[in-house]
């Protein structure tokens, strides 16, 4: 398989390791702005395209794939709020393959589930306080994370008593009613680590997933990309995952 690099810092050097090991060629890399570069044909021969880059310059990125009929599995957040109906609509319109995940690691995606199910079962104990904590590294761009949203997302779901989230200072007591906390913070290196909390006056309840480093998130990502090539439509780890 032929894969472009749209993003080529720290996860997209992991990603062309273990992509070559597995017998896959990077014809382009790139870490600058680059959808003017798709537009121009520079990418044409690639079968898909790997896109882990900046939340301002994803969405552009990711329809110039569409445009350009390539394949495209990102891993970018902290646009959805603002252009997810744009890239979504676009590649409705041209016919593309799109395939996004905020997470592409198969152990947080599991972990995506059980988070979910967990707030089944909780939402008709509302003694029960809940809070997500994550802590990645100092150069993470958005916080709180993606997965920490989508954690958030499983959560306000599946229990009536929050309707949405909101960033907590770690040193500070504050409640909002109705919404659920998140706690984000950013140490050194930490690839990452989401924990999710229930707290009631007579006992805890935690679940957790500590990631060891970039590999997990890597190869899950070249999986998605092996796996999009030759569909259409908008796709994410659900689908891959079959869960």
């Known amino acids: 398989m032929k894969i472009a690099l749209i993003g080529y810092g720290k996860m997209g050097k992991t990603i062309e390791r273990l992509a070559v090991a597995k017998g896959h060629e990077i014809i382009y890399k790139t870490d600058v702005p680059s959808s003017r570069m798709i537009i121009d044909g520079i990418i044409d021969q690639a079968d898909v395209a790997i896109e882990f880059t900046h939340p301002d310059e994803a969405p552009g990125n990711i329809m110039a794939c569409i445009s350009a009929g390539i394949p495209v599995v990102s891993g970018t957040t902290g646009w959805l709020k603002s252009r997810w109906e744009e890239v979504k609509n676009h590649c409705e319109v041209m016919n593309g393959s799109f395939f996004y995940a905020s997470n592409y690691s198969i152990g947080v995606n599991i972990f995506f589930e059980i988070n979910a199910r967990l707030a089944q079962l909780m939402n008709s104990h509302p003694e029960y306080k809940t809070e997500i904590e994550e802590i990645h590294h100092i150069h993470k761009l958005d916080s709180p994370s993606g997965t920490g949203l989508s954690l958030a997302d499983g ?43 229930y707290h009631s006056p007579i006992d805890d309840i935690e679940i957790s997933h500590i ?32 869960l």
Not at 157 to 183: C, T
Not at 228 to 236: A, P, Y
């Open 155 to 197: 959560i306000i779901k599946n229990m009536d008593r929050y309707e949405d989230w909101f960033l907590k200072d770690f040193h500070s007591p504050e409640e909002m009613e109705g919404k659920l906390p998140i706690v984000a913070k950013r140490i050194g290196e930490v690839p990452g680590t989401h924990i999710v909390r």
């Open 211 to 242: 990631a060891k480093g970039r590999e997990g998130f890597a190869s899950g990502a070249i999986l998605a990309a092996e796996w999009i090539v030759g569909k259409k439509g908008i796709f994410g780890m659900r689908d891959l995952l079959k």
